[in-house]
């Protein structure tokens, strides 16, 4: 089985991509990183990018009559690297319908909240301490036209502390997204995610491997 192609759109700092790489060099993840894009000149995921000479473009908001043909333009660069998957690793803009029409069910995004709750917003790890739970995580799911509201693949949970700051509770929850991400990956690159309807079977591993 060949590695899985997959783009990753980026907008910043870059970590998810970063676990996502480090854990393909591991061995754990089976899957090629075709293209990076990142809709920011500036972020510094296109530094990490580089450092691994992966082929990254910058694609950007302003250069294009509306959010629509930007994507369109994203699109067809994944598509030109031979993407299989697109990966949303702190993408900060919502998804269209067309892109989505044109990677249909191979869209994931990484999110820092369990999720339902604490969707649609770029500041999830505020809300949860705002609101006060308990228990906070971070989720990743296949991307629908519903933000944030599509089948979801994996989440792992953490503890919120008496003394936390939105920044440390972000940072444990940013540790498990650095973990789930790359396995999500994992698991579509070996055909284990079936979607029924809201729900994601996770199928046993085929030649006996441990999972990871
Ligand atoms: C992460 O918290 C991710 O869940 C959210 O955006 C952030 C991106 O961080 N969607 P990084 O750029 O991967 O470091």
Redesign the pocket.
């Known amino acids: 089985m060949s590695a899985l192609r997959v783009g990753v759109l980026?907008?910043?700092?870059?970590?998810?991509?970063?676990?996502l790489m480090d854990a393909i060099a591991r061995g754990e993840t089976h899957a090629e990183i075709a293209l990076v894009v990142s809709n920011h000149a500036d972020?510094?995921?296109l530094r990490r990018a580089e450092a691994r000479g992966i082929p990254r473009l910058v694609i950007e908001r302003r250069d294009f009559p509306s959010r629509r043909a930007q994507q369109l333009a994203i699109a067809a660069a994944l598509q030109r690297h031979g993407a299989e998957l697109v990966v949303?690793?702190?993408?900060?803009r919502v998804i269209t319908a067309d892109f989505l029409a044109a990677f249909p069910g191979r869209v994931i995004?990484?999110?820092?909240s369990l999720l339902p709750s604490f969707g649609g917003g770029?500041h999830?790890?505020a809300e949860a301490l705002a609101y006060g739970v308990k228990v906070s995580g971070?989720t990743v799911h296949f991307v629908t036209n519903d933000v944030d509201g599509g089948p979801i693949i994996l989440q792992a949970a953490v503890p919120v502390m008496e003394d936390d700051s939105v920044d440390s509770l972000?940072a444990r929850?940013?540790e498990q997204?650095h973990a789930i991400l790359p396995r999500a990956v994992d698991l579509f690159a070996r055909g284990r995610l079936v979607v029924e309807g809201r729900r994601v079977r996770i199928l046993p591993a085929s030649d006996g491997a441990a999972d990871n």
């Open positions: 980026v907008s910043g700092r870059g970590s998810n991509l970063q676990a972020a510094y995921a949303l690793a702190g993408f900060d995004n990484i999110h820092p770029l999830a790890q971070c972000a929850i940013l997204e």
